[in-house]
T-cell receptor, first 114, second 114 residues
Framework: AQSVTQLGSHVSVSEGALVLLRCNYSSSVPPYLFWYVQYPNQGLQLLLK??????LVKGINGFEAEFKKSETSFRLTKPSAHMSDAAEYFCAVIEGSSGDKLTFGTGTRLAVRP | NAGVTQTPKFRILKIGQSMTLQCAQDMNHNYMYWYRQDPGMGLKLIYY???????DKGEVPNGYNVSRSTTEDFPLRLELAAPSQTSVYFCASSYSTGGQETQYFGPGTRLLVL
């Protein structure tokens, strides 16, 4: 069965600093991996996803993520945090192309200090 | 397109009452999902549907029922509300399944059972 672990339930960075959110997964088949963002009182919005091919994927709002199979990790980064990045971020996994259900991590709340 | 819409936005129920959470999408998506989100727990799948007339249980289906009479609508029914069902409920949809498909989320329904 697939599972997702997000390291750190709360992360705080200064405006302009690097954002780094960590996610580890377990899957019996090659996974498809996702990062979703949830702004206050809103639903989830897809930031980016990895399916196959290039292990560095770019998403919206300047975010990118790197898939490392050897480490079973899918790390989300943004070079320079903006106040508007304050939100909750969820990592999720589907087991390969035949999987039909997303499994979500427990979320990481990102705070951005002025 | 309105995307995925949910009503109501917020509801307070007494223990034992029943209610239906409404979800509709106008993207002609085949797949629809209901999740609940509890603090620190991420999103858990309650039920999902692969098309009109077809539904299946997710990870936490107890206490809930669904129906899918049309492609557009996927209501979630709580028959006997319990305090454990206090949560934020999200509906989502996707065109198909597998890792290639993005799930689009509604804004959520916040339910409080007292």
């Amino acid at each position: 069965a697939q599972s997702v672990t997000q390291l750190g339930s709360h992360v705080s960075v200064s405006e302009g600093a690097l954002v780094l959110l960590r996610c580890n997964y377990s899957s019996s088949v090659p996974p498809y991996l996702f990062w979703y963002v949830q702004y206050p009182n809103q639903g989830l919005q897809l930031l980016l996803k990895y399916t196959t091919g290039a292990t560095l994927v770019k998403g919206i709002n300047g975010f990118e993520a790197e898939f490392k199979k050897s480490e079973t990790s899918f790390r989300l980064t943004k070079p320079s945090a903006h106040m508007s990045d304050a939100a909750e971020y969820f990592c999720a996994v589907i087991e390969g192309s035949s999987g039909d259900k997303l499994t979500f991590g427990t979320g990481t709340r990102l705070a951005v200090r002025p | 397109n309105a995307g995925v819409t949910q009503t109501p936005k917020f509801r307070i129920l007494k223990i034992g009452q029943s209610m239906t959470l409404q979800c509709a999408q106008d993207m002609n998506h085949n797949y629809m999902y209901w999740y609940r989100q509890d603090p620190g727990m991420g999103l858990k799948l309650i039920y999902y549907s692969v098309g009109a007339g077809i539904t299946d249980k997710g990870e936490v289906p107890n206490g809930y029922n669904v129906s899918r009479s049309t492609t557009e609508d996927f209501p979630l029914r709580l028959e006997l509300a319990a305090p454990s069902q206090t949560s934020v409920y999200f509906c989502a949809s996707s065109y198909s399944t597998g890792g290639q498909e993005t799930q689009y989320f509604g804004p959520g329904t916040r339910l409080l059972v007292l």
